[in-house]
């Protein structure tokens, strides 16, 4: 397996990771909502419900953003040795088609 194949699997490993925390984001907001829609004699406990959920999900956030930003540190990592292999190709290109010019007798 090469690197860049490694690198797309860790990418979409941590992508998958990702959907499943906002997932799980999405759920917590509706319970909070759920919640909220209990009757008074519930509000301080669906309050303090909702700030445990607050907590959690600004917890969720930054571990989310972290996330994204590794992935996209890996999708400049990506980007930048696909230029390197892109440029290497071109470089070999030309250099074949000088060979094969230099190699060609004139008509």
Known sequence: MTEKEV???ELDETVKCTDQQLDMM???MDNVEKQLAEPINNQEVCVM???K???EVRSDYQQLRRELMEVQAL???LSSR???QLRLVHCKF???RQRIA???PPR
């Open 49 to 51: 419900n909702l700030l």
């Open 94 to 96: 030309a250099r074949l």
């Open 26 to 28: 999405e759920w917590k």
């Open 102 to 104: 230099a190699a060609s």
């Open 53 to 55: 959920s607050v907590s």
């Open 75 to 77: 999708q400049r990592e």
């Open 82 to 84: 696909l230029r390197t």
């Open 7 to 9: 690198t797309m699997e």
